[in-house]
């Protein structure tokens, strides 16, 4: 076994603390990764506070990691000693239901994803554990390449806010002529805004933060409506193709819908820890959809990191010491976090 060390929350609403574990050996299809950056995703405070249940603690967050590879099992064929390489929220599923041999693994029909933390491992039997921490012990299959030439801190996001953004805008093919409005903008907004904008659409935030207006025109977005403001809200009305909902917070989706043009579709992404109320109404008036999408496959998850690579695309972050982390959830909560906090792991040591 190899020793680890990282930062864990003891117990569900308990402050993360340093926690020293074990990795698994590196297995004949395994790369182990010295993490450099990992990014924090509000879905880790929803599990470090049980939000959505069955969290298995002590836990240890983090499915946004970038790394080097510094050592590979004897079949690894795609990645060499020295590689920059990523892991985004899963590191397993069965790899033989029709999801998984369709790339979409997410949506893995027998066993489910082994989440990159809070899931137990296949090889050992016992829980996995994410990425705050100074390196991983993955599959190459689900290990993804990296360019070299991007800032490698703002690359981390990429492999949850930028996949869960990138999947749904390719799922329903958003492009010129669409109008797509983005609700929330956060680590998950950020990401839909600039990549909606790459792909030509006409970009709308929909954001409780009258204060984001300036970064959001600058992030791509060619109008930014403040939802509490009644008047900005109802100027929207009928109005959008598509809606990216990332709010994590309960909310009234009802004066959303309305915003929805006929034959327009709500993906929400977002998870609220309670469920939300909708009236048929705000559905069969306008034949309006609500759909939903989780993460992306590892094959889609390579595409959007080559995408944002050619595109030059990366996460505006705050790089923060992993000893900041419980201050970082607080303004996470209040939504003071421009867009996406990233934990330099070189301050584990310190
Ligand atoms: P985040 O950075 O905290 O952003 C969430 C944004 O939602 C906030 O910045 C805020 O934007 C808005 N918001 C917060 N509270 C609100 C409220 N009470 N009413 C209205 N708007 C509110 O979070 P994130 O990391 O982007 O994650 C967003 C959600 O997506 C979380 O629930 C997370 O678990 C989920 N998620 C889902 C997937 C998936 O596969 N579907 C993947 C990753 C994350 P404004 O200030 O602009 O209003
Ligand atoms: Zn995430
Ligand atoms: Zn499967």
Known sequence: MLPAKAYAAPAANVPLAPFDFERREVGPHDVLIDIQFCGVCHSDLHQIRDEWGAGIFPMVPGHEIVGRITKVGDHVKNFKVGDIAGVGCMVDSCRTCPSCLDGLEQYCE????????????????RP????????????????????????????????????????PLRQWKVGPGHRVGVMGLGGLGHMAVKL?????????????????????KELGAHKFVVTRDKEQLKSVRNYFDFIINTVSAPLDLA???????????????????????????????????????????????????????????????????????????ERMLKGDVKYRFVIDLATLNN
């Open 128 to 167: 996995t554990y994410g990425g705050y921490s100074n390196q991983i012990v993955v599959d190459e299959k689900y290990t993804l390449k990296v360019s070299e030439k991007l800032d490698l801190a703002r690359v981390a996001p990429l492999l949850c806010a930028g996949i869960t953004t990138y999947s």
């Open 110 to 125: 027998t066993t489910g994803i082994v989440g990159t933390y809070g899931g137990t491992e296949k090889e050992t039997g």
């Open 255 to 329: 004066a959303y819908l309305n915003l929805l043009r006929r034959d327009g579709t709500m993906i929400l992404l977002g998870v609220p820890p309670e469920a939300p109320q909708v009236h048929a109404f705000n559905l069969i008036a306008r034949r309006r959809r609500i759909a939903g999408s989780l993460i992306g496959g590892i094959a889609e998850t390579q595409e959007m990191l080559d995408f944002c690579a050619e595109h030059n695309i990366v996460s505006d972050i705050e790089i923060i010491d992993i000893k900041d982390i419980n201050e970082s959830y």
């Open 196 to 216: 909606a904008a790459a792909m030509g659409a006409e970009v709308t935030v929909l954001s409780t933060s009258p204060n984001k207006e300036a970064d959001a």
